[in-house]
T-cell receptor
Framework: AQSVSQHNHHVILSEAASLELGCNYSYGGTVNLFWYVQYPGQHLQLLLKYFSGDPLVKGIKGFEAEFIKSKFSFNLRKPSVQWSDTAEYFCAVNLFSGGYNKLIFGAGTRLAVHP | KAGVTQTPRYLIKTRGQQVTLSCSPI?????VSWYQQTPGQGLQFLFEYFSETQRNKGNFPGRFSGRQFSNSRSEMNVSTLELGDSALYLCASSRAASRNNEQFFGPGTRLTVL
């Protein structure tokens, strides 16, 4: 069955530290990849997406992610985190097959950034 | 442009009751998907509707059902509620049921089953 794995469930960083959140998926076909963020008390928002083309994609708020097809990975990075990045981050894969969309989410990573 | 709206935002029910949740997609969006979010299981896909047709369904029992209206608004229904149905139910809309479409999420309806 298709699945998405996020390696870290909880991450604690100090402001200005660099961030990398791992994401691997298991699906041999063509996929669209997403990172969503859920700030405390807010709804899911799209950080960035990969459909095709340049495997290094840039999103909002200084986030970027790199799609490595050979490793089935789509890791999220940010060079310098801020306190306001405290949130839960979800990696998701869209399996588009047979004419329908189906987002499969990873378990999420809770990031806490200390000032 | 208004985002995805969901009503009600909070709901408390007792076991055995049924509940109907509503979702209004972004104007012009024709695909609506529903997800269940729980601390234990995370975000799980329930079903997707496009042009009033259910196109895909996740691994949930038949107590979970939905429908979509001609104006793309969608409802989901859960019958014979169980304690384990307590969750945040999220609705997401996208422009079309095609590959290169991102889904926009609503704030969710938090259902508590007592």
């Amino acid at each position: 069955a298709q699945s998405v794995s996020q390696h870290n469930h909880h991450v604690i960083l100090s402001e200005a530290a660099s961030l990398e959140l791992g994401c691997n998926y298991s699906y041999g076909g063509t996929v669209n990849l997403f990172w969503y963020v859920q700030y405390p008390g807010q709804h899911l928002q799209l950080l960035l997406k990969y459909f095709s083309g340049d495997p290094l994609v840039k999103g909002i708020k200084g986030f970027e992610a790199e799609f490595i097809k050979s490793k089935f990975s789509f890791n999220l990075r940010k060079p310098s985190v801020q306190w306001s990045d405290t949130a839960e981050y979800f990696c998701a894969v869209n399996l588009f097959s047979g004419g329908y969309n189906k987002l499969i989410f990873g378990a999420g990573t809770r990031l806490a950034v200390h000032p | 442009k208004a985002g995805v709206t969901q009503t009600p935002r909070y709901l408390i029910k007792t076991r055995g009751q049924q509940v109907t949740l509503s979702c209004s997609p972004i104007s012009g969006h024709r695909s609506v998907s529903w997800y269940q979010q729980t601390p234990g299981q995370g975000l799980q896909f329930l079903f997707e509707y496009f042009s009033e047709t259910q196109r895909n369904k996740g691994n949930f029992p038949g107590r979970f059902s939905g429908r979509q209206f001609s104006n793309s608004r969608s409802e989901m229904n859960v019958s014979t509620l169980e304690l384990g149905d307590s969750a945040l139910y999220l609705c997401a809309s996208s422009r079309a049921a095609s590959r290169n479409n991102e889904q926009f999420f609503g704030p969710g309806t938090r259902l508590t089953v007592l």
